[in-house]
């Protein structure tokens, strides 16, 4: 991904965190649907929703990162390498660029993040947490939801 592409993104809330998605890995956003528990999962996988006739994991963000539980309103459904997946967000707030803005590549945030947290930056006065979308679902949701589909 170019250096323009990554300081693109999709600015969302979750859990009172602004957070942001690369603009690049987003395919659209939309509103929550119905969604399945699937055993075997961390508990910020909320389970499986059909969107465009496949299932893809649904990562409910607030939980991801370890902030207080809240409703989400949207998903923001992103690619994962081949693989697409739902993150269920408060809110979206609009695109932004990041680019010339000073961003710490080492965040502490907690361990469920599992790489996914590329860096924390400050917009407008906010901390706002950078994904990589490609690593915001474990491996073993992905195989839990296949095996889900190979079920059905």
Do not use: N, Y
Not at 25 to 30: A, G, M, Q, S, Y
Not at 136 to 144: F, G, H, L, N, Y
């Amino acid at each position: 991904m170019s250096e323009a592409s990554r300081d693109t993104v999709l600015l969302v809330r979750a859990g009172g965190r602004a957070c942001a998605l690369p603009l690049a890995h987003v395919i659209e956003t939309l509103r929550p649907l119905p969604t399945t528990p699937c055993d075997g999962v961390p508990p910020f996988v909320l389970g499986a929703a059909v969107v465009r006739g496949a299932a893809v994991p649904v990562v409910k963000l607030d939980l991801f990162l370890g902030a207080g539980p809240s409703a989400a309103t949207r998903f923001v459904l992103v690619r994962c390498g081949a693989r697409a997946a739902a993150v269920a967000v408060d809110a979206v707030s609009g695109v932004a660029s990041l680019a010339g803005i000073e961003q710490d590549a080492t965040p502490l945030l907690g361990a469920g993040a599992e790489g996914a947290v590329e860096a924390l930056a400050a917009l407008d006065g906010e901390l706002v947490v950078l994904l990589r979308a490609a690593r915001i679902v474990p491996e073993d949701a992905w195989r839990s939801i296949a095996g889900r589909e190979d079920e059905g």
